[in-house]
């Protein structure tokens, strides 16, 4: 199971939020890891998330994806932060995909910030 699904699944579960889900993993004293996505996974993950909130069209085109995945280095974490701001940034240009130019975009300002 994908880590961030996982997560989901744990709040899903004790109905838990925020600082509740914080407390609820300290009590248990474990931690969860996973191998980093591989590039397949990455594809399926997005998918996979997006069908969580009714989106049943690819919104990334293949190559966004691989960069995406290389960029994130496997970690859904990063994948989802980064998917995130890409989608936006998609949407303020009016655009139905998210492609090479825009992700490029949000990676340089992401390294920006980074320092």
Same mark, same amino acid.
């Given at each position: 199971?994908?880590?961030?699904?996982?997560? &989901?699944?744990?709040? @899903?579960?004790?109905?838990?939020?925020?600082?509740?889900?914080?407390?609820?993993?300290?009590?248990?004293?474990m931690r969860?890891?996973?191998?980093?996505?591989?590039? @397949?996974?990455?594809?399926?993950?997005?998918?996979?998330?997006?069908?969580?909130?009714?989106?049943?069209? &690819?919104?990334?085109?293949? %190559?966004?994806?691989?960069?995406?995945? &290389?960029?994130?280095?496997?970690?859904?974490? @990063?994948? %989802?932060?980064?998917?995130?701001?890409?989608?936006?940034?998609?949407?303020?240009?009016?655009?139905?995909?998210?492609?090479?130019?825009?992700?490029?975009?949000?990676?340089?300002?992401d390294a920006?910030e980074a320092?």
């Amino acid at each position: 199971m994908l880590f961030g699904l996982a997560d &989901e699944l744990f709040v @899903d579960i004790i109905g838990a939020t925020g600082g509740a889900v914080s407390r609820c993993s300290s009590l248990f004293g474990m931690r969860m890891t996973s191998d980093p996505l591989t590039p @397949d996974d990455t594809a399926d993950y997005l998918r996979v998330r997006l069908g969580r909130v009714g989106c049943t069209k &690819e919104l990334f085109t293949s %190559d966004a994806i691989a960069m995406l995945h &290389e960029a994130a280095a496997g970690s859904p974490r @990063d994948t %989802d932060r980064l998917a995130t701001a890409a989608l936006r940034a998609a949407a303020r240009k009016k655009r139905k995909l998210v492609e090479r130019d825009v992700l490029s975009r949000i990676l340089q300002l992401d390294a920006e910030e980074a320092g």
